[in-house]
């Protein structure tokens, strides 16, 4: 170190910890900047810690000190403020002894410290979970430090207090902190909190760096769980929430009202969560003492707190401001277990609500309401119910006695349902063997559906004994035919007082002799195999011997190594390699035709069409439809169905004389000479595609090669328009011959009831309208926007642009609504609006829907092209038309000026269009007319006919 003042102090704290110690001190004696000193600083420690620190000392005489507490503190507080006091450096770190920083921590902090003169310099941190297999790293919040950021106030960068409240990733100007008398609290845990949030909110300054600077090693399976892992302890909490208080004052004093708003939305994003999920197995004194403590509290958290957590968390926080433990249990189970349904829930007026209770408050029923979840709309069996543990005894030999209650949400098992079901006992790792029990009793109760069993584990659980050693309960339902799949929740039950079962593995008994009942993670009943005689002990301790020896290091790797092989064998680099090089030099299939809709997602669209017409002429064909789904539903019976990127799949598609396909099959696959892609598109474009995207634009040549190199692979391209050829054909730089002037396959029946509805006078909606029960005395209105998406390109969720409850309320007598949303969207509807508002999303073609529509709502959706095809009313609701069209992506086309329909942008007037609908019809039939003339001429009715004629039908030209 050079002579005078070093440039970083790093406070280096340890208690009991001398094993760790010399690594701590090594990571920053090995800092690629050399000028930092190194501050040792023992909490009174009797376990050589202090003596480690000065052998530390005596071999780095100039760059390390060592100091000692006169009695232990307790926490971190004490240590580090005495390190304060020793530092010299003009800068001051801080590590715990147990963790490391990265080697270039201290040049990159002290580098944007002295070129921003920032007071506070932060950078990222990094969880490493030392005990996993793979040492297995998350970064902490690394969305704060995506680049580097100087702000003058905490204000700018309210996030930065609430959620990085880390002392440890952080350098501090050591004048800053005299100037501003920052030390750390003593006598407290979570000395953190207070210290980073009186150190941002006194910062001039504060720079936040993308660097990695600290590495926090996380010791999952330690003896003694560090002091943030005891959250068991009730003092833990009450530390928790007095430091809370205090930040709180703070920020009032200095009236920081929004960095407080961020602080109180990480609080119960974070902070409580943490300990709510820990109350269903803490006894009656804990909780009471946890609700005195957080009671007043929560009541101080500002409203807005509530509607930024996510919806359990609020609903958490709310019941437990109520004292409302009923309710309040179960959902700290559902924050366990995020998809687990854990309340039989209400419906009030349309609405579900977490519980009936608190309703009459209009916080609770805001914070309560769960419509949008969609657990009312989940088909039963696909709902992850709770199973509540009402009772657990043992005989002490091999026999339990166990009940519980399942819930049941919105009464959905009727009373008359027929129920039985079993307990099934299966090996944590699924590869293994199974056992069942039947259950002795089963009905419906007051509270759910309530089931017995005494099972005789002994007899009936027969483990192999080493590498099956956890087994999980469930009890799985057959309900009038559906499947109900359930865990055990413990709640009240003394598991941990239980009695040990005998049991017998198959590897005998000299390997595991009894069956312990545990509370998992995550709340649920398992057992545990134990060695608890003297002979299975010996056997278990030379077990665990050899596989800690040389050899079983050697085999642990080996079988480390397997698993790896197979996933790479499975992974997408490797089947690319396989289809190149061994599938692509099979034999061509003749006859064998590939079809693939939206990605695999949908049976639909003009491959749907070209395929039935296929089918209804009879010819001979063999083929393969890709899914993208595990269950696929909805596919053909006379195909054969394949999953999207399956061994099966590239086979299929190696082999195909035809691929048929709306979108584009997987980019990186190669298609064979003697393979025709037949490309039906999915959509005449509006908004701007291919190379004439702003963001293709944007990628290196690398890519852009490969993105076209993808499009060459398409033999025909079918085109229902010159705008097409002028767009899509261009933007996707495609030579005039492979373009096919067919018209879409898919719109064939669209015209065909056009042409029937004009010969007839009368309109026919079709078997579907029939199927889903339209009143015939309704308008009968489709719904259809497209997605939107980030700046990213990310596909962001569906907010519907209108109230459908007030839709409903207003024209539910006289107009029933279909909603219908993008492929890669999802909609949940409230009961209030069923009848008048329908869900359709789950019908894969859209065309049936378009022919039970008496007129549609889109935006953007190139459905609109397809849907003028019927002549019929058209309206556009685009409240964000300016973002949507904006430079980010653009359009081809003014669609205010060519729209076949009013573009309204604003909810009055979108409802008083539907009102005037027939006016509507009127007013734009000449724009209808000019619409399809103009995008839809290629659309005669018989474009499936003419694509099948061309390749299929004997004395075809392909």
């Known amino acids: 170190m050079e002579e005078g003042v070093p440039d970083v102090s790093v406070i280096v704290i340890v208690y009991n910890d001398a094993a760790r110690l010399p690594t701590a001190v090594a990571s920053v004696l090995r800092q690629s900047h050399r000028n930092v000193e190194v501050v040792i600083v023992d909490d009174h420690s009797d376990d050589g810690s202090f003596q480690a620190a000065r052998l530390l000392a005596a071999k780095n005489p100039r760059r390390v000190t060592a100091h000692r507490l006169p009695c232990n503190s307790g926490g971190c507080g004490a240590p580090r403020n005495k390190g304060i006091e020793k530092a010299r450096g003009r800068y001051v770190m801080f590590l715990d002894s147990d963790d490391v920083l990265q080697r270039d921590a201290c040049r990159n902090m002290v580098e944007a410290a002295d070129a921003t003169k920032a007071d506070l310099v932060s950078g990222l941190c990094v969880r490493v979970h030392v005990g996993s297999r793979n040492r297995k790293e998350a970064e902490w919040y690394p969305w704060l430090y995506r680049s580097t950021r100087t702000f003058d106030s905490i204000r700018e960068v309210p996030d930065l207090l609430a959620f ?28 953190d909190l207070l210290f980073s949030a009186q150190a941002y909110t006194a910062a001039r300054r504060i720079t936040l760096i993308p660097n990695r600077v600290y590495f926090w090693n996380v010791h999952d399976n330690a003896p003694v769980r560090s002091i943030s892992n005891r959250r068991h ?97 179960p959902a700290a189970d559902s924050l366990t277990n995020r998809k687990k349904l854990s309340s039989p829930l209400a419906e009030r007026q349309g609405r579900i609500y977490w519980c009936s209770d608190h309703l009459d408050d209009p916080l609770g029923r805001k914070i309560l309401d769960v419509t949008d979840a969609g657990w009312h709309t989940r088909p039963l069996g696909n709902l992850i119910l709770r199973n509540r543990l009402t009772r657990y005894t043992d005989d002490g030999y091999g026999t339990v006695s166990l009940a519980g209650t399942v819930i049941n949400p919105l009464g959905r098992f009727a009373p008359g349902s027929r ?78 007082s239980a009695r040990a079962l005998r049991v017998r593995p198959r590897l005998t008994r000299l390997v595991a002799d009894r069956l312990t009942p545990e509370v998992s993670s995550r709340g649920h009943l398992s057992f545990v195999l134990r060695a608890q005689g003297p002979s299975a002990r010996r056997v278990t301790g030379l077990l665990e011997a050899g596989l800690a020896s040389r050899g079983g290091t050697l085999a642990k790797s080996a079988v480390r190594r397997a698993r790896r092989i197979k996933k790479r064998a499975n992974s997408e680099p490797t089947k690319i390699r396989v289809y190149q090089q061994v599938l692509s030099r099979l034999p061509i299939r003749k006859g064998l035709v590939v079809f ?58 190696a082999q195909a004389e035809f691929w048929i396909d709306n979108q584009g099959m997987p980019l990186k696959l190669t298609k064979r000479p003697g393979t025709t892609y037949i490309q039906t598109w999915h959509g005449s474009a509006l908004k701007r595609m291919g190379f004439d995207e702003p963001a293709h634009k944007a990628r290196g040549r690398a890519q852009r090669a490969a993105y076209q190199k993808a499009l060459d692979r398409f033999d025909h391209f079918l085109v229902r328009s010159e705008h097409d050829v002028r767009t899509l054909a261009r933007a996707f730089r495609l030579r005039e011959e492979v373009l096919l002037r067919s018209g879409y396959p898919r719109n064939d029946a669209l015209v065909t009831a056009r042409r029937r509805e004009q010969e007839t006078g009368s309109r026919e909606r079709g078997a579907l309208a029939t199927e889903l029960g339209l009143p015939g005395d309704r308008t009968v209105i489709l719904y259809a926007p497209t997605f939107r998406a980030d700046e990213a390109g990310r596909v962001q969720p569906l907010e519907l642009l209108f109230d459908v409850e007030e839709f409903a309320a207003r024209f539910g007598d006289r107009v029933t609504l279909l909603i219908r949303t993008h492929y890669l969207n999802q909609v949940v509807l409230p009961p209030s609006v069923q009848g008048a508002v329908v869900d359709v999303s789950d019908h894969h073609d859209i065309t049936p829907l378009l022919l039970a529509a008496d007129a549609l709502i889109t935006d953007f959706s190139s459905v609109m092209f397809d849907y003028a095809l019927l002549d019929r009313p058209m309206l556009f609701y685009t409240p964000d038309y300016d973002h949507y069209v904006g430079p980010g992506r653009g359009t081809y086309f003014d669609l205010r000026a060519q729209a076949p329909g009013p573009v309204v942008t604003t909810r009055e007037a979108l409802f008083d269009a539907v009102d005037d609908l027939k006016a509507n019809a009127h007013d734009f039939a000449g724009a209808r007319t000019a619409f399809v003339d103009a995008y839809g001429e290629g659309d005669q009715g018989n474009a499936a006919r003419t694509v099948v004629d061309t390749f299929f039908a004997p004395g075809g030209n392909q």
């Open 164 to 191: 990085d409240t880390l002392s440890t990733n952080k350098c501090y100007r050591r004048a800053f902190l005299a100037e501003a008398d920052l030390t750390f609290p003593v006598g407290i845990h979570y000395e």
């Open 233 to 329: 302890e009730i003092a833990n909490f009450a530390h928790r929430m007095e430091i809370h208080q205090r930040v709180d004052r703070l920020l009032y004093e200095q009236g920081l009202d929004e960095v407080r708003l961020h602080k109180d939305i990480k609080f119960l994003k974070h902070d409580l969560a943490l300990h709510l999920r820990d109350l269903p197995l803490l006894d009656d004194t804990y909780r009471r003492e946890f609700e005195r403590l957080s009671g007043g509290y929560l009541a101080g958290l500002q409203p807005r707190a509530y509607e930024e957590a996510e919806p359990i968390q609020a609903i958490c926080a709310y019941l437990l401001a109520r004292g409302d433990w009923t309710n309040l249990l």
């Open 596 to 653: 693939e809709s939206h990605l695999g997602k949908q049976y639909s669209d003009s491959p749907r069409a070209l395929y039935e017409e296929m089918r209804r002429r009879g010819l001979v064909f063999h083929a393969v439809w890709s899914h993208a789904a595990p269950q696929p539903t909805g596919f053909p019976q006379d195909a054969t169905l394949v999953r999207r990127w399956s061994w099966p799949y590239l086979r299929a598609l």
């Open 419 to 496: 129920i039985s079901g079993h307990l099934e006992l299966r090996a944590r790792r699924r590869s293994l063997q199974t056992f069942r029990v039947p259950l002795d009793a089963v009905r419906h109760g007051e509270d759910g559906v309530e089931w017995e069993v005494a099972a005789g584990l002994s007899g009936t659980l027969r483990p192999l004994g080493v590498i099956d050693a956890v087994w999980d309960a469930l009890v799985v339902l057959d309900i009038d035919g559906t499947t109900v799949r359930t865990r055990l929740s413990v709640t009240g039950q003394d598991i941990e």
